[in-house]
């Protein structure tokens, strides 16, 4: 926590020198410590991520969110820029000198970002696009060929995602005409108040062969009480076990992995008496998994965790996100073999309440023979 509020001291900088345009120094400084102090407190307060009233989450929490991103990426922006800028005053290229420049640097760079955050917090991350990708399976029964799975991931229910927002990603979900629906984890973001709200949204979710989850490293906050209201509600976790789906004669495993960064992963277990001969789908929240999974053979690993990045640079955002940053494999389709792993972008958000240059997704696989 240190680290960001040393993080959010040195983004306000940037705002400070930029209100000099219109205060004098000591107004801009005190208006700047101001600022400072008031996104502190709020972030503060956001981390506990209890219940709030909504319209303290839309007035308040996602502007200072906002606020705080366009802080970080301005201060980006002015360490690039600035040093042209003084270039220029010193050399004599423009006749307005570095004292009255800075300033009026500061104010552009801080209103692009805060213009573009504004989009990432109050609109871009709502536009939901449906990704359809064909996955073919050598060996494939007819009776499965075309089957569809929809996947959700990394919902992320809370006060910026909410349960409303979640009742529309679900109805979106079964207009998709899923024969089975896999929801591959992350579906709150700290503590366990939005359990119900989340047991509310997957029990809309409707799938011929069932809804199935597998859990995420947010999910850990008491996941036994949790696994039994998604339960209650419809879905089955799956946590280190498998299920077989049947169409006629034809089988499909459907495998969930249980969490990793609380050690409570088994992939042996997981896929233990698999019926030989029967095509593997694999819910693992983390993508790490994808090399081990593809040497036991499974067909198709469904995974989250990443966002896909959440942030990256507009049309440019399969090389240039954070999660590229991260060394974190890139969200969309991977191969190795006959086995194949897909990035889900998730649909929530986790940290600010922002995506910019990444949409969130609801993916759609269509089984194939080969």
């Known amino acids: 926590?240190?680290?960001?509020?040393?993080?959010?001291?040195?983004?306000?900088?940037?705002?400070t020198v930029a209100a000099m345009v219109v205060l004098e120094p000591v107004s801009a400084v005190i208006a700047g410590v101001a600022a400072f102090v008031f996104t502190t407190l709020r972030l503060t307060n956001l981390i506990r991520e209890s219940k709030r009233n909504?319209?303290?989450?839309?007035?308040?929490?996602?502007?200072?969110?906002?606020?705080?991103?366009?802080?970080?990426?301005?201060?980006?922006?002015?360490?690039?820029?600035?040093?042209?800028?003084?270039?220029?005053?010193?050399?004599?290229?423009?006749?307005?000198?570095?004292?009255?420049a800075m300033p009026w640097t500061a104010l552009s760079v801080y209103s692009l970002s805060a213009v573009l955050c504004g989009w990432g917090v109050a609109i871009r991350r709502r536009w939901v696009r449906t990704s359809l990708v064909e996955i073919p399976i050598a060996g494939l029964a007819e009776e499965l060929d075309g089957y569809r799975i929809v996947q959700l991931s990394d919902l992320h229910i809370g006060n910026f995602d909410t349960?409303?927002?979640?009742?529309?990603?679900?109805?979106?979900?079964?207009?998709?005409?899923?024969?089975?629906?896999a929801v591959t984890g992350d579906?709150?973001?700290?503590?366990?108040?939005?359990?119900?709200?989340?047991?509310?949204?997957?029990?809309?979710?409707?799938?011929?062969?069932?809804?199935?989850?597998?859990?995420?490293?947010?999910?850990?906050w008491d996941p036994e009480t949790f696994c039994r209201v998604i339960e209650s509600k419809g879905p089955r976790v799956l946590r280190n076990e498998h299920q077989v789906v049947r169409r006629g004669n034809a089988e499909l495993v459907v495998a969930g992995l249980d969490d990793w960064s609380t050690d409570r992963d088994d992939i042996e277990r997981t896929l233990a008496e698999r019926p030989e001969g029967a095509p593997t789908v694999l819910l693992s929240h983390y993508p790490e998994f994808f090399e081990e999974a593809a040497r036991r053979d499974v067909d198709l690993v469904l995974s989250g965790h990443t966002h896909g990045g959440q942030i990256g640079v507009p049309f440019s955002a399969g090389r240039m996100t954070l999660s590229r940053f991260a060394r974190q494999l890139s969200q969309g389709l991977h191969q190795r073999g006959r086995s194949r792993l897909y990035v889900h972008a998730g649909l929530g958000t986790s940290g600010p309440p922002m995506r910019l240059g990444v949409a969130p997704e609801i993916a759609v696989f269509v089984l194939r023979r080969a």
């Open 1 to 15: 926590m240190l680290i960001a509020h040393a993080m959010t001291l040195a983004a306000h900088a940037v705002p």
């Open 54 to 100: 909504r319209w303290i989450t839309r007035l308040i929490d996602e502007p200072v969110l906002a606020h705080w991103c366009a802080s970080i990426l301005a201060t980006l922006l002015f360490v690039a820029v600035s040093p042209v800028v003084l270039i220029a005053s010193a050399s004599g290229l423009h006749a307005v000198p570095a004292a009255t």
């Open 163 to 181: 349960r409303a927002r979640g009742f529309k990603w679900a109805r979106h979900a079964n207009r998709l005409d899923p024969d089975l629906v």
């Open 187 to 220: 579906l709150v973001t700290v503590g366990t108040g939005f359990y119900e709200d989340v047991g509310d949204v997957l029990g809309e979710l409707r799938a011929k062969d069932g809804v199935f989850v597998s859990m995420g490293n947010h999910d850990q």
